[in-house]
């Protein structure tokens, strides 16, 4: 634990968890930054943002939501079951996870 703790302190690397198996990897940031530029040129699919639009588009699934409530299109346990909760709602964002198996 120590040594992996003095490589995370050493150097500019990133501790990931690699897919939903609990294991983890150690990679440097320089090659993540790489990939990610790589892929971004690549395929032309993602933006880098200047500021979070997590809270606005937040809100304004709220008032889309309460809309649809108000109007009759869905029903109340609808609306329960898709209400986002600020607590667990996060951005997504692009990363690379390696995979153990490979």
Do not use: C
Not at 20 to 39: C, L, R
Not at 74 to 88: G, N, V
């Amino acid at each position: 634990m120590k040594s992996i703790q003095h490589r995370l302190q050493k150097g500019n690397y990133i501790l990931r968890e690699t897919d939903k198996s609990g294991i983890f990897h150690i990679g440097n940031s320089v090659d993540y930054e790489k990939k990610a530029e790589t892929y971004r040129q690549k395929t032309g699919a993602y933006i880098e943002l200047d500021s979070n639009p997590l809270w606005s588009v937040f809100d304004k699934v709220i008032i889309l939501l309460n809309d649809l409530r108000s109007k009759k299109y869905i029903l109340s346990w609808q609306l329960d079951k898709m209400m986002p909760k600020r607590e667990t709602v996060q951005l997504a964002y692009l990363y690379f996870i390696p995979k153990p198996h490979k």
